[in-house]
């Protein structure tokens, strides 16, 4: 395999013995080549999946270059609490395996296992906190430890040349992947996630979030919300958005700019955007800051919450 590879090239007995200041530079610079490649990666996978976000692509492109002193400052802290970790725990699981595996180049062998190992800590505590399935957490532990290996076994490397590799072969590999994806999105063979495009009549009937609240829409423009979540009032208590009034709707430029307008009195946010697939349409609207991402959804009754 390719990590076992550069695990066994650069892992020295005399790039064991580096202090962790000299480590945390390269294997900051790893860390961060890794994580860009695969939020792009993530990122154009999140094109093709039914996502508020408008037209993203362009966007999240833009946002690499002015996010990137804040994921420098991230993959230090990952350096300094996984990859440092990971080599001394490496040294120890090295150690275990006897002097014939010195041919491997000292605590190479090792580092895999201890990326293994470290990796399996903070995806176990997101398994047990319910932040992510036993199944994600399965599927990511071994690309994490992975991960975890090679940049412990970069970071002990005295190879300037080691280093400028990473860096070379890093950036043509983001490259590769965003020329890619926007050459599969632009001919079609992969379809960007757009909401469907609906006509007024299918807006009529009674819309659930599953819990108790409902908005129903009469053919004649009369509304009835009953039990709706809403705004919060000046005194940070939330507000039932529930009452009879009327409803428009206002097609837009095209689908991502399809609104819903609710006039019920005591609704302080009537403004309901489409989203979810031809299938299963859902209105939604953003809670608080859109930044955010947080949403508060409907869906036709009978659809499923």
Known sequence: ??????????????????GAAE???????VLLVEGTLAAVLLMLYGFTRPSPA????????????????FAAAFAAGLAIAFVLPTVWVGERFAGLLGERWERL?????????????????????????????????????????AALAVAAAVSGSRRPRLLRAVLGWGALAVTGALVLGAVAFASGLVEEYRPPRLERAAFVGTWTDGRGGSMEL??????TAAGLDDAWDSDGEERECAGRG?????????????????????????????????????????????????LYELTRAGDGS
């Open 54 to 69: 408008v037209g993203g692509s362009a966007l999240g492109v833009l946002a690499l270059p002015v996010l990137l002193p």
């Open 105 to 145: 180049g000292g605590g190479a062998a090792g580092l895999l296992p201890g990326g293994l190992l470290v990796a399996a800590v903070p995806l176990g505590a997101a398994v047990a906190t319910g932040f992510c399935g036993v199944a994600a957490g399965a599927v990511l532990w071994l690309p994490a430890g």
């Open 23 to 29: 480590r945390l530079v390269p294997a900051t610079v």
């Open 218 to 223: 009469a053919a004649d423009g009369t509304a």
């Open 246 to 294: 009327t409803w428009t709707y206002e097609p837009g430029p095209g689908s991502w700019g399809q609104e819903l307008v609710l006039g019920v009195a005591s609704c302080a946010d009537g403004s309901w955007y489409v989203g979810g697939t031809a299938e299963r349409v859902v209105l939604y609207r953003f809670v608080g800051d859109p930044d955010s991402g947080d």
């Open 1 to 18: 395999m390719l990590a076992e590879g550069v695990i066994a090239m650069v892992a020295t007995r005399e790039g064991q013995r580096m």
